[in-house]
């Protein structure tokens, strides 16, 4: 989820419980980082600047997995939680997923020690077990979900690159390609097709094979995602669609996922956000798109 916290005059951005995105207000210390010069960022740089805005006490999310038709009604699936621990050595995280009655059917712990891989703990089942961790780019439980959008993973994805400059939503946007990490800490296969050859590709066809990701070039936050196939066609589309304040916590009130063609989507809804090393009382001011 993504979240956003006031820093003296500076909003900066916070990890979702999943994934990232957002608008409107915030200073220009961000991007005056990132713009040192009047060309734009590397990819890396980039995806640095936005990690870098991560805040370090530990946060607790509380929220629902809403799924239904494209247009119409949305049905309760899940409820979702996050134990986000980014200032501890190592940073570390906790997503719990637990259906209707509050029982957890899935947790994943993600720990990202300095200069290595990141290592992946996964649960599953009622009692939870110990399980393999699943394909982090499948969807969770028959929702459009995933476990990268619930751990941010994108943003410690390598070899980024630009693809270019957009508007979102009346918001002026970097776009940055990565190639898909197929495993957890492991890049996807490279296989070549020399031309006039035949070979199979490296991907199924039904497999993601990129990921865009739309970064405010102002508040250099990002505010839309988009997976596509080998041969460039959109499967799935991540975008943030209002907010919601909780004391000096700004967080992502409700979020769309849709897999294309299908014409299922799935919401998340944040409903509550604990600093658990700060003392405020929270209180909702809702923000519009």
């Known amino acids: 989820m993504i979240l956003f916290r006031i820093k003296t005059r500076l909003l900066s951005f916070a990890i979702w419980l999943i994934v990232a995105i957002f608008s409107m207000g915030f200073a220009d210390d961000a991007r005056e980082n990132v713009l040192s010069t009047n060309h734009p960022p590397s990819a890396e740089a980039l995806l640095a600047q936005v990690r870098s805005s991560i805040p370090q006490e530990t946060l607790r999310l509380k929220g629902k997995l809403m799924k239904g038709e494209r247009i119409g009604r949305l049905e309760q699936a899940y409820l ?32 990202r020690p300095p200069g290595r891989a990141p290592e992946f703990r996964y649960e599953h089942g009622q009692p939870l077990r110990p399980a393999t961790t699943p394909d982090m780019n499948q969807p969770i439980e028959g929702t459009e979900l995933t476990w990268n959008d619930l751990s ?8 980024g690159s630009m693809a270019g400059h957009d508007n979102i939503r009346g918001r002026d946007c970097y776009v940055v390609e990565l190639p898909v990490q197929t495993q957890p800490g492991k890049p996807p296969p490279t296989d070549v097709v020399p031309k006039g050859t035949k070979k199979s590709p490296p991907y199924p066809s039904d497999a993601v094979a990129s990921v865009r990701l739309w970064i405010d070039d102002h508040l250099i936050v990002l505010i839309q995602l988009e997976e596509y196939d080998a041969e460039g066609k959109l499967m799935r589309r991540l975008s943030v669609k209002n907010f919601k304040k909780i004391a000096d916590l700004w967080m992502v009130k409700n979020m769309d996922i849709r897999r294309y063609p299908s014409r299922h989507r799935t919401q998340i809804r944040i409903e509550e956000v604990i600093s658990v090393t700060a003392s405020n009382t929270p209180a ?6």
Do not use: M
Request: aromatic share 10%; glycine share 4%.
């Open 80 to 111: 979702i939680e996050a134990l986000l621990e980014l200032g501890k050595n190592p940073p570390s995280a906790l997503y719990i997923l637990s259906d209707a009655f509050g029982t957890p059917i899935a947790r994943l712990t993600v720990i």
């Open 152 to 159: 941010l993973s994108y943003l410690w994805w390598p070899d």
């Open 284 to 289: 909702d001011v809702d923000l519009d798109e």
